[in-house]
């Protein structure tokens, strides 16, 4: 009689495959996302954009079952999907002082970091596995804010982090604002004036605003303008900031039309 093959131990358990590493740290790293961004992160090249979507919707399940991340409803059209505490921790490497969740005063701007990290990084991925299996996230690239503060030895009330620090291929070191809302001018030039020092203390060459409409770029690019006027092109803060990006994806909903995401999410639920 033929010897029985021994069970494998992990037998009904999910197991943790490098894509799941991958965006559950990139994710880690950004807080958390909604479900729009996290569909866009787990995108195949060429891969039709609602396909994608629904793709993503049963990775994102099978994180939810086996524990490593909670989906977040009640803020915005879309799921926040949020890595749990313990494995926020896990993947990161260390503890955050506390567990992450979606709140009103912060979802616009953590989701907008997160779509300006993808249009500055999402380069080619390398595919993995077998002719069906997913892309998986790149990681390099990019310092997002909660690893700056940890390196910075955490947040305090004198200290200002930037949205992230992007390096790009030749190892220039980018710092990165997210501006979602056109501010009065004079608010704006006190940001302009502060940026030099902070891209000193990031170890950056210049300071780089992504903003998600021409109007809010209109009014980085008048503030600059005006100080360049009065105190010269010369001075770094005028000399150090780049002309502002727009992005269009920075506003939430952006990817997929949030109700048509809505229905596929509940369908799938």
Request: with cysteine; proline share 7%.
């Amino acid at each position: 009689m033929a010897e029985e093959r021994k069970q494998r131990s992990d037998v009904g358990r999910i197991r943790m495959l490098p894509r799941d590493v991958a965006a559950l740290t990139w994710l880690a790293e950004q807080y958390g996302a909604p479900m729009d961004v996290v569909g866009k992160l787990l995108q195949k090249p060429g891969q039709d954009a609602e396909r994608a979507y629904a793709m993503s919707i049963h990775v994102v399940q099978r994180w939810t079952r086996a524990g490593w991340a909670d989906a977040v409803t009640g803020f915005g059209p879309f799921p926040w999907i949020v890595p749990t505490g313990r494995w926020a921790a896990n993947l990161l490497g260390w503890r955050p002082a506390k567990v992450w969740r979606p709140n009103m005063e912060q979802v616009a701007h953590v989701a907008a970091c997160a779509s300006a990290r993808l249009s500055l990084t999402d380069a080619p991925r390398e595919r993995k596995g077998s002719l069906v299996s997913p892309y998986v996230p790149s990681l390099g690239g990019w310092e997002s804010e909660r690893l700056l503060w940890r390196s910075f030895g955490g947040p305090t009330a004198s200290a200002k982090v930037p949205d992230g620090v992007w390096t790009k291929p030749d190892g220039d070191r980018v710092l990165v604002e997210v501006e979602l809302t056109a501010k009065d001018d004079a608010a704006m030039q006190a940001k302009l004036v502060a940026a030099p020092d902070a891209a000193k203390r990031w170890r950056c060459s210049h300071v780089l605003y992504m903003v998600p409409t021409e109007a809010v770029k209109e009014t980085v690019m008048r503030a600059r303008l005006s100080l360049a006027k009065q105190f010269g092109e010369d001075q770094p803060y005028v000399r150090m900031v780049a002309p502002p990006q727009i992005v269009p994806t920075l506003r939430a909903g952006h990817y997929w039309s949030g109700r048509r995401g809505h229905d596929l999410w509940r369908r799938a639920s």
